[in-house]
């Protein structure tokens, strides 16, 4: 009896009619990687709509998962902050347009258990596509500048959003 699709030995890949596919990181804690396959669902059945124009977001989800990218098992720097971006672009795509996520959203999901370092860089990411004004940093609700935010804060859709 199998109890799902057949895996390489290894675990990183699934092979489904003799073909590999790169499996989603399993150090994504369930809500999350729940949340990022549901927006991966939303985002094909965009693509089935929408065609080209919405094929980003299946890109996003599929990186956040680690299924696009760098392998999630020999991850570098520069891969986790390209993680770390599309899992916010993801994340918040599949949120409610007026609900935020927080940077710990992100750094969990491509730091696993070892995710507190991460919260740096997801702060920082969210500065840049704050920046470019894709996202708003806000605390207590108000949009504010990262670079001078202290404690908490939240990442929402900016004004320069794109679905």
């Given at each position: 009896?199998?109890?799902?699709?057949?895996?390489?030995?290894?675990?990183?890949?699934?092979?489904?009619?003799?073909?590999?596919?790169?499996?989603?990181?399993?150090?994504?804690?369930?809500?999350?990687?729940?949340?990022?396959?549901?927006?991966?669902?939303?985002?094909?059945?965009?693509?089935?709509?929408?065609?080209?124009?919405?094929?980003?977001?299946?890109?996003d989800a599929?990186?956040?998962l680690?299924?696009?990218?760098e392998?999630?098992?020999?991850?570098?720097?520069?891969?986790?902050?390209?993680?770390?971006?599309?899992?916010?672009r993801?994340?918040?795509?599949?949120?409610?347009p007026?609900?935020?996520?927080?940077?710990?959203?992100?750094a969990?999901?491509?730091?696993?258990?070892?995710?507190?370092?991460?919260?740096?860089?997801?702060?920082?990411?969210?500065?840049?596509?704050?920046?470019?004004?894709?996202?708003?940093?806000?605390q207590?609700?108000?949009?504010?500048d990262?670079?001078?935010?202290?404690?908490?804060?939240?990442?929402?859709?900016?004004?320069?959003?794109?679905?």
């Amino acid at each position: 009896m199998v109890d799902g699709p057949e895996l390489t030995d290894d675990g990183h890949h699934v092979v489904v009619g003799g073909r590999r596919w790169r499996t989603t990181d399993p150090s994504i804690p369930g809500p999350l990687a729940a949340e990022l396959r549901s927006e991966l669902m939303a985002a094909r059945r965009a693509v089935k709509d929408q065609g080209d124009a919405a094929r980003h977001r299946v890109q996003d989800a599929k990186v956040a998962l680690g299924e696009r990218g760098e392998p999630w098992w020999e991850p570098t720097d520069e891969g986790r902050r390209d993680r770390v971006e599309a899992t916010i672009r993801a994340l918040l795509r599949h949120r409610d347009p007026d609900r935020t996520i927080c940077p710990s959203d992100a750094a969990r999901v491509v730091g696993g258990e070892r995710w507190r370092p991460w919260v740096a860089v997801a702060r920082d990411v969210a500065a840049q596509l704050h920046a470019a004004g894709q996202v708003e940093v806000r605390q207590k609700g108000r949009r504010v500048d990262p670079d001078e935010a202290r404690g908490p804060v939240r990442i929402g859709r900016g004004p320069q959003w794109t679905d």
